[in-house]
């Protein structure tokens, strides 16, 4: 009798041992990563790639972290701690599979969305990636600014706001619409130059960094005169397509990375228009 109870308690004791082997096991996989959520719009996007951009060339490489945004726009990234607002995350809306939900329709444009790395500060689930958040990310890459409050600020001002709102905020949930109009006429002036902000060499497409900078700090230049839905808006907003189709090309693909703050030519911010002819470079 005395050898079963042994037994028993021999059992029992390397039971316990091995669920405390286990759950330690578990809190070292649990520490080793890190969630960070949010969602994507400029109405929310359902099936737009969302990824930690480690390398900063604004597309998907081997290695990176990556989800799909769901039916309501959210996504969620599992990272390194150690990675944790040392990189943006950046978000590809694909024309044709990507589906803004103010529509219910798929995009009729590709375009990039991003979040300031700087923005990013720990395991929360409302990191808001939006047209919004894009500037933002650019204003923090001219290196302007000291802070992303100092950003949020300039672009609050550009965009004639009160001192006070969060410019990070998701506008859909905080039913702003002021906001989500102009978030709207962002993403429709972004997706408007992708062709020329897309280069394609053999199998391979790759974000011509300079020019997307050079469309952002167009777009951010010209800001208060596209702000609402007013007719006036959608001429404003025509115009600056066109300036942007005329000018982006003078951008030359592959040269040296530039901030979108580097030289004023005509309107345009991140690059030189040089006036003497379209570059090459596989344009889409």
Sequence with gaps: MKKKVLAVLTIISVG????????????????????????????????????LDKNKNYQLDAGEPSAITDSNGAYSLTIDPAD??????????TKGVTIDKDT?????????????????????????????????????????????????????TKLGLPAGID????????????????????????????????????????????RYRGMMGTIFSNISSIRGSS???QTAMTNLMGTMMTNLPYITPGQPYQNMSTAFRG??????????GTSGGGMM
């Design 16 to 51: 316990i041992i091995a669920g405390c082997s286990s759950s330690g096991s578990g809190t070292t996989s649990d520490s080793s990563t890190t969630t960070i959520s949010g969602k994507v719009a400029d109405g929310y996007l359902v099936n737009a790639t969302v990824f």
């Design 84 to 93: 944790v607002g040392k990189y943006p995350i950046v978000a590809l809306v």
């Design 104 to 156: 219910n329709l798929p995009v009729t444009s590709t375009y990039v969305l991003s979040l300031p790395a700087s923005a990013i500060s720990g395991n929360v689930n409302s990191y808001f990636i939006s047209p919004m958040s894009s500037q933002l990310r650019e204003l923090m890459e001219t290196g302007k600014y000291a802070t992303i409050q100092d950003a949020m600020s300039a672009l609050r």
């Design 167 to 210: 410019m990070m905020d998701d506008y859909i949930a905080a039913n702003s619409t002021t906001l989500h109009t102009d978030a709207q006429n962002m993403a429709t002036l972004m997706g408007s130059q992708m062709a020329l902000v897309f280069s394609t060499g053999g199998a391979t497409t790759t974000v011509d960094v300079n």
């Design 231 to 233: 007719p006036n808006t």
């Design 267 to 276: 309107g345009m911010m991140g690059g030189t228009n040089t006036g003497t």
